[in-house]
């Protein structure tokens, strides 16, 4: 009698798990390679400030953002509209971080392009099997970083309507969050490795749509560590090493189902 195929296919919270462990690897890299990860740290602290700076201007004009966005209000009478307008400063204050938190891999990427270039590539060297050097064009990387930036946008904004839904909206918001920034981020660090082999975003959306839990597992912790004060400037080169292993493990071919 031929063995149950499930009990041999790995579960969704495995599948999860072991794309949460490809950060961890990266992460280790700080110990085996601790001047190429201070390289790949530098432009982390660098946009890290600048975006520092953006979430105080935006926590100093909250206020005034919350009663521009809510007019309706202005005729209500207490609590209901010192309460409609708490609201909607949690709720612009939520879309704003979250949307730093989107974009912020995609800049730092951008601007520190050669350490993390240089970080992937010392990844897949020790691997084996690296591929070949490919000029990856500039227009076509601009072009892939907009077409990324516009879904963090698009998202972002989805998030901030999801947020001011009565009672669970902000719950909501959260872990749609964490689980739509997860895998944008997965998008945006497995650049390198598609890349280099001559993938389109397209054709990456699908092959890590095809092993979403494990590219799932990997984003989410990144983005959740992301949101600890300090620690991307640690996590980001951890997570470009971390990409790197996750890219090969899904370009991998698979054995066939039993």
Known sequence: ??????????????????????????LKMWITSPRLMLLGALPAFIVGIAYLAGIVVLLINLEAIAVAISPFASG???PWRTGMRVVAAAAVAAAGILLLAYTFVAVTLAVGDPFYERIWRAVETRLG????EAPR????????ALR????AVGVALLLLVCSLIPGLGQLLALVLGALFGGWILTLELTGFAFDARGFTVKQRRRMLRARRPRSLGFGVLTYLLFLIPGAAVIVMPAAVAGAAMLSRDVLAPRPEAV
């Open 137 to 144: 064009g500039i227009l076509r990387s601009v072009a892939d």
């Open 129 to 132: 099997d690296a591929p070949v």
């Open 148 to 151: 990324l930036v516009g879904l």
């Open 1 to 26: 009698m031929p063995p149950h195929s499930s009990s041999a296919r790995p579960t969704a919270t495995r599948e999860f798990l072991a794309g949460a462990g490809f950060l961890g690897r990266g």
């Open 76 to 78: 209500w009478g207490e």
